[in-house]
């Protein structure tokens, strides 16, 4: 089953797309697993602080804003169950300087499907560089948003193999990111494109049994690439590595 867990919808500003163009859009290029993942800063406005530009909402209450939004989206995958699976993640934001963006400390996630975190490699993130006591925090299967890991473990010092296998016990997978849109100045991710043609990084990815996620990390569903994912999809596949929901 191809898989995309990185997608996003009007829930998330920055995106125009009803959750049903999204789901019937994975449909039509062939997704048998999505996992929908909006922004925690834009879910619902639901937060005063964060509205970009529309003023305050009347609803300062954000947890009742994240279940608002989980509810929408199981509701809407309930209609097309017969034809793909949905999953209803959240893509966390983590960035201390852009303060009103970030995960409130109070906010319930653990009922989500899973979440994506940003900005592990930032030094403005408060995460300080662990992802592990913040996937905790979180409660549901955690992923590490596009984010090139060898990269920052090189800059840490830290030894890839050790950390990719503590990654795998902490059941926390590595997102490869294959966005390719105008949102986004038709710029891909390196360090995706790094990867699959690196042996070695490859070695230590299967060896560790971390899982991978793919995630297109749409936003224009008209600018949707299929392809991108499903190749992606395949190529993990066949280096012998897992992907995170396989098997449900
Ligand atoms: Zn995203």
């Known amino acids: 089953m191809i898989q995309d867990l990185h997608a996003h919808t009007y829930y998330s500003f920055d995106s125009r797309d009803k959750i049903e163009t999204v789901i019937e859009t994975a449909i039509l290029g062939g997704i048998g697993l999505l996992g929908i ?6 879910v619902g406005c639901g937060r005063t602080d964060v509205c970009y530009g ?13 279940v608002r939004y989980y509810d929408h989206v199981k509701t809407s995958a309930e209609r097309y169950r017969s034809r793909i699976k949905v999953l209803c993640g959240l893509e966390i934001a983590t960035r ?19 979440c994506l975190i940003e900005d592990l490699d930032n030094a403005d993130s408060i995460m300080k560089g662990d992802i592990f006591s913040f996937a905790k925090r979180c409660g549901c299967p955690a992923g590490i948003a596009h984010t090139d890991l060898f990269g920052f473990l090189a800059r840490r010092g830290e030894e890839p193999n050790r950390y ?37 990084q490859q070695e230590i990815v299967r060896n560790s049994g971390v899982k991978l996620s793919v995630g297109f990390d749409s ?7 299929a392809e991108r994912v499903k190749t992606a999809n395949k190529l993990i596949r066949d280096m012998g590595v897992r992907l995170a929901f396989d098997g449900i």
């Open 37 to 42: 993942s909006d922004h925690s800063y834009g």
């Open 164 to 200: 990719f296998r503590r990654l795998a016990e902490a059941n926390i997978f590595w997102e490869i990111n294959v966005n390719f849109d105008s949102l986004h100045s038709f710029r891909a991710h390196g360090y995706a494109a790094e990867f699959f043609q690196n042996k070695k």
């Open 219 to 225: 936003h224009i569903a008209r600018e949707y690439k």
């Open 54 to 66: 529309k003023g305050p909402s009347l609803d300062a209450d954000y947890g009742s804003a994240l």
């Open 96 to 114: 201390l300087s852009k303060d009103a963006y970030v995960l409130p400390a109070s906010a319930d996630v653990s009922f989500f499907d899973y």
